[in-house]
């Protein structure tokens, strides 16, 4: 089995390196870098800096795309804008040899879900003609979301990989404020044909609309967590709670004392 656990956040440029170090000397060996508000790594130089330094620690490196992405919104302006930040993260992605680009797809609106489908496998098929025509080499990763009224079920998102041919991110703490419910066997059916699954894991605090936050990651649920991954895949699990390093290393050494299915 192959399980690499790893944290959401790399900081700020000027300490990439010294966080990776630290990384690598705690056993991590994944890193989403998290471009929550927008890309923060500009330069060239920068991002080939921290891939280097990220391939010869061992490191793989994704990427979380700016919250601000509505592929569904019906402001065009708005749907452009969102493709850009997505493109943004594929440009800088491929500099940094990073290998998949994460984002929340869109919302339902007032839309229906089947039309709010349809917009958004549109946009992402658009954003795959670019991605091919640039040479953008992470994959795009649309992610399960965790709110009821936000798109982004387990279904949703497996059907966009079967239409669009775009990669996922499934977040098993979402899965579960959504439907209450880790359902990892029913959830990891929908991927049984991909040989390598990017997952989110975290504590989450939910209502009966689902996400509220992110908590701290409890040793009882990650043991849940790598009990139920399959033997057969390449796995990486990266962390969103408060505490993503240390809860990183606990997912380490839970990994190294449970048998997986």
Do not use: W
Request: hydrophobic share 35%; aromatic share 8%; net charge neutral.
């Amino acid at each position: 089995m192959s399980i690499k656990f790893g944290p959401a956040g790399l900081g700020g440029v000027k300490d990439a390196i010294s966080n990776l170090e630290k990384f690598k000397s705690l056993g991590i060996e994944a890193c989403e870098i998290a471009f929550t508000y927008g890309v923060y790594i500009k330069r060239e130089e920068d991002a080939l800096m921290i891939r280097d330094a990220a391939e010869k620690l061992g490191i793989q490196l994704s990427i979380h795309a700016p919250y601000y992405v509505n592929l569904n919104s019906n402001e065009p302006e708005k749907v452009e804008a969102s493709k850009k930040r997505i493109l943004d993260c594929l440009k800088i992605g491929t500099l940094l040899n990073a290998y998949r680009v994460v984002f929340h797809p869109g919302f339902y609106g007032k839309d229906s879900k089947e039309k709010t489908y349809e917009k958004i496998k549109s946009e992402i098929l658009d954003l795959q003609k670019t991605r091919k025509l640039e040479k953008y080499t992470p994959e795009l990763a649309p992610e399960t979301t965790g709110k009821i009224n936000v798109f982004g079920s387990v279904e949703e998102i497996a059907r966009l990989v079967t239409d669009t041919g775009c990669s996922f991110c499934i977040d098993f703490a979402h899965v579960l404020a959504r439907e209450k419910n880790y359902k990892f066997k029913e959830t990891l059916a929908n991927f049984s044909e991909q040989k390598k699954l990017h997952i989110h894991f975290s504590g989450i605090n939910y209502t009966e609309k689902g996400e509220r936050n992110h908590e701290k990651t409890s040793e009882k649920e990650l043991k849940k967590l790598v009990s139920n991954l399959p033997k057969n895949k390449e796995i990486i699990v990266i962390n969103e709670s408060p505490s993503p390093v240390e809860d990183s290393v606990l997912g380490i050494k839970i990994r190294e004392t449970t048998s997986c299915d």
